[in-house]
């Protein structure tokens, strides 16, 4: 059984920092892509970012030169690092992976940007 994992939501002032972490368990024989998205209270879910094996990273113009996603192939986790916070970056963050050709998410993890 394929798990992910998620860490490292919270609450965070207007211009702060913060990472998140997604761990992959379970018996994988390949993981590719992974990623972030992200759902606000009456929005649809949305892509934050993605990563491929290969390292090619994609991100949504409105996190771009803010957000950076990365990942530690043998630990099997994904990280986004995310900078310069703003309060419409307030969301449920869902960390996924395509692990052994299916797409798996996380629990997701509250995100809350506020003075």
């Known amino acids: 059984q394929v798990q992910l994992v998620e860490s490292g939501g919270g609450l965070v002032q207007p211009g702060g920092s913060l990472r998140l972490s997604c761990a992959v368990s379970?018996?994988?024989?390949?993981?590719?892509?992974m990623g972030w998205y992200r759902q606000a209270p009456g929005s649809q879910r949305e892509l934050v970012a993605s990563?491929?094996?290969?390292?090619?990273?994609n991100y949504a113009d409105s996190v771009k030169g803010r957000f950076t996603i990365s990942k530690d192939n043998a630990k099997n986790t994904v990280y986004i690092e995310m900078n310069s916070l703003k309060p419409e970056d307030t969301a449920v963050y869902y960390c996924y992976a395509y692990v052994n050709y299916r797409n798996y998410w996380g629990q997701g993890t509250q995100v809350t940007v506020s003075s």
């Open positions: 379970g018996r994988i024989f390949s993981i590719n892509p």
């Open positions: 990563i491929t094996s290969d390292g090619s990273t």
